[in-house]
Antibody
Framework: QVQLVESGGGLVKPGGSLRLSCAGS????????MTWIRQAPGKGLEWVSYISSSSSTIYYADSVKGRFTISRDNTKNSVFLQMNSLRAEDTAVYYC????????????????????WGQGTTVTVSS | ELVLTQSPDTLSLSPGERATLSCRAS???????LAWYQQKPGQAPRLLMY???NRATDIPDRFSGSGSGTDFTLTISRLEPEDFAVYYC?????????FGQGTKVEIK
């Protein structure tokens, strides 16, 4: 079945680093863009980073720019988030999410919406 | 960047009632890329609606989306017990993706 599975979360001290991984299966991973979205405890959803299917286009939220790096390996159906210089405000559940083939004006195509989600991995930044 | 503001923050309703959730954009959404998600405690969000008014896979027809420009609405025609959750609207920009702050639909 279609799924994304994140790993790599944990407890890290401020200023430390962590690398998150997300493995996809059940869909054509190399055709899809991939994103990371986070949710601080008791808060809403915040988009963090985007990588296009071929890795040619990458975007970051201002809150993580210069500290986080997204990458992917289509041979392993995986996307990664390298997080450096971590701060307390980075504490959150991190989800990887992707698009899916949906009906768009009568045509099946990859739609820009987050239809495939992982279960999330928790990152806690605390001394 | 476009900002999405949802209202109300909390909606207290009974099963069987109609729920109307609002999402207002700080500038016009010209691309049509406006989606809605449902999130239950301890779970990942689930896509409900995309392209303003298209239901995602296996979403029941009691859910509908509408709107244009800066004002968008998610309507749940008759609330079922499993519909009590938090709902987020979301816009896909050119180089960013943004969510509203969420509306919690709770049992009255």
């Amino acid at each position: 079945q279609v799924q994304l599975v994140e790993s790599g979360g944990g407890l890290v001290k401020p200023g430390g680093s962590l690398r998150l991984s997300c493995a996809g299966s059940g869909f054509s991973f190399s055709d899809n863009y991939m994103t990371w979205i986070r949710q601080a405890p008791g808060k809403g959803l915040e988009w963090v980073s985007y990588i296009s299917s071929s890795s040619s286009t990458i975007y970051y939220a201002d809150s993580v720019k210069g500290r986080f790096t997204i990458s992917r390996d289509n041979t392993k159906n995986s996307v990664f988030l390298q997080m450096n210089s971590l701060r307390a405000e980075d504490t959150a559940v991190y989800y990887c999410a992707s698009q899916n083939v949906l009906l768009w004006f009568g045509e099946l195509r990859l739609v820009d919406a987050f239809d495939i989600w992982g279960q999330g991995t928790t990152v806690t930044v605390s001394s | 960047e476009l900002v999405l503001t949802q209202s109300p923050d909390t909606l207290s309703l009974s099963p069987g009632e109609r729920a109307t959730l609002s999402c207002r954009a700080s500038q016009s959404v010209t691309s049509g890329y406006l989606a809605w998600y449902q999130q239950k405690p301890g779970q990942a969000p689930r896509l409900l609606m995309y392209g303003v008014s298209n239901r995602a896979t296996d979403i029941p027809d009691r859910f509908s989306g509408s709107g244009s420009g800066t004002d968008f609405t998610l309507t749940i025609s008759r609330l079922e017990p499993e519909d009590f959750a938090v709902y987020y609207c979301q816009h896909s920009g050119t180089s960013y993706w943004t969510f509203g702050q969420g509306t919690k639909v709770e049992i009255k």
